[in-house]
């Protein structure tokens, strides 16, 4: 599975930007049973969970920095997850990296929340100025 995520750029602090990320190799029909993603790395940190949604958009999960302001969805019909963020912060500035996982014993949030997922995209950045 490919991941090619978009929608990166520079932002004032307060303002909005949508993340979009497209799947494409999974076996026709099956984008529908990997979950999905966003990560991100921060200049000098490590790579931090940031958001997930379960196959067929069941159930959802944040992180609490960006509960109420970070919205994740997909539109499997598209092969397509997104993230929409809004009320940025400076604190959100980072390299921003969609993943999937459809491994059966890697099932749950908090395998992705702490252990990442298996497929990868590169990143798109994120910058919000002050």
């Known amino acids: 599975v490919q991941l090619q995520a978009s929608g990166g750029g520079l932002v004032q602090a307060g303002g909005s930007l949508r993340l979009s990320c497209v799947a494409s190799?999974?076996?026709?029909?099956?984008?529908?049973?990997?979950?999905m993603g966003w990560f991100r790395q921060a200049p000098g940190k490590e790579r931090e969970f940031v958001a997930a949604?379960?196959?067929?958009?069941?159930?959802?999960y944040y992180t609490d920095s960006v509960k109420g302001r970070f919205t994740i969805s997909r539109d499997d019909a598209k092969n397509t997850v997104y993230l929409q963020m809004n009320s940025l912060k400076p604190e959100d500035t980072a390299v921003y990296y969609c993943?999937?996982?459809?491994?059966?014993?890697?099932?749950?949030?908090?395998?992705?929340?702490?252990?990442?997922?298996?497929?990868w995209g590169k990143g798109t950045l994120v910058t919000v100025s002050s």
């Open positions: 949604v379960s196959w067929s958009g069941g159930s959802t």
């Open positions: 993943a999937a996982e459809n491994r059966p014993y890697r099932n749950n949030y908090p395998q992705w929340r702490d252990g990442g997922m298996y497929y």
């Open positions: 190799g999974a076996p026709g029909g099956t984008f529908s049973s990997y979950a």
